[in-house]
């Protein structure tokens, strides 16, 4: 029997989700091979595949490692550049009646300031900043452990864009308060918490390591303990919607990243292995929202007892 329930999520003035789960960047490509899976229709949200302003062919394989509790990567944010994306994706993207939040990051300001610039256009409800990668050797993650280098930037991409601006955070950042109050002052609409942690495997029978790139970018359940702990005091800092991002598998996880704060969230990691657990984790939420009698998936957020 089908539950009356709202789980609609008003993000930001302009965007509004069906729900709150969306795909991680970087584990669901441009959304065509899950496509064939599933009705993208049904997700929140649509976040595509870091876009860089010209094509980036990553880093050296080998490029993922499994760990007892995730995974450690190290793409290299591998991506078919901002003019390709828009020319060869968007479109197809634009067919599903899912908001599409394209992530950007650079190398220097000017890059990220240009692909907001050229991604500002019809289709795009949203922008998402990664100043958090750790496995890229420049730019990225050095923007996002600065409060004051952060400020600067997404200053410069807010005069450009009037698409809602979202950071996402690095775990790295000494002060992930800090960090998210430095976003909101300087124009973001929200932020999302976080990115991967910097990790690395060895093989101990050929005494290198497993991964080309040396080090990579721990994700899956390992680091939920950490991402809801960000969000809990991101979300205590800023005005503006926080978004959790971390070892996400269950709807069961998704309330927990709630209830500390989080508006909505990003299914990274696990999707890999259960590509169907996007319209599972939905159906999961209605489950629980009729269970404990919940109207709104909005009064869930931030109602953590203590």
Known sequence: MEIAVDTTIKLIQGLELKNPVMNASG?????????????????????????????????????????PCGLINA???????????????????????TPIIVNFFGSYEEEYVECARRLSIEGVAALEMNVSCPNIKSGGIQFGT???????????????????????????????????????????????????IPAMAID?????????????????PAIKPIALRTVWEASHKVDIPVIG????????????FMLAGASAV???SFSLREPFCFPDIINGLTQYMGRHSIDTIQDVIGRLKL
């Open 266 to 268: 990003e299914i990274g």
């Open 204 to 220: 101990e029978e050929t005494w290198r390591p497993t991964l080309g790139n040396i080090t990579g970018g721990l994700s899956g």
């Open 27 to 67: 584990t669901f490509a441009y959304g065509e091979e899950c496509s064939e899976i599933f009705d993208l229709s049904i997700m929140g949200g649509i976040i595509t595949k870091g876009l860089s302003l010209l094509p980036n062919k990553g880093n050296p394989p080998p490029r993922i490692v499994e760990t």
């Open 75 to 97: 793409i290299g944010l591998e991506n078919i550049g901002v003019d390709a994306f828009l020319k060869d994706k968007l479109q197809f993207l634009m067919q599903f009646k």
């Open 245 to 256: 991002c971390g070892g996400i598998s269950s709807s069961a996880d998704v309330i927990q």
């Open 146 to 196: 600065d409060p004051h280098t952060l400020y600067a930037l997404v200053r410069k991409v807010r005069d450009v864009t009037t698409k809602p601006l979202i950071v996402k955070l690095s775990p790295l950042a000494g002060d992930i308060a800090e960090m998210a109050f430095s976003a909101q002052d300087a124009g973001a609409d929200a932020i999302t918490c976080i990115n991967t």
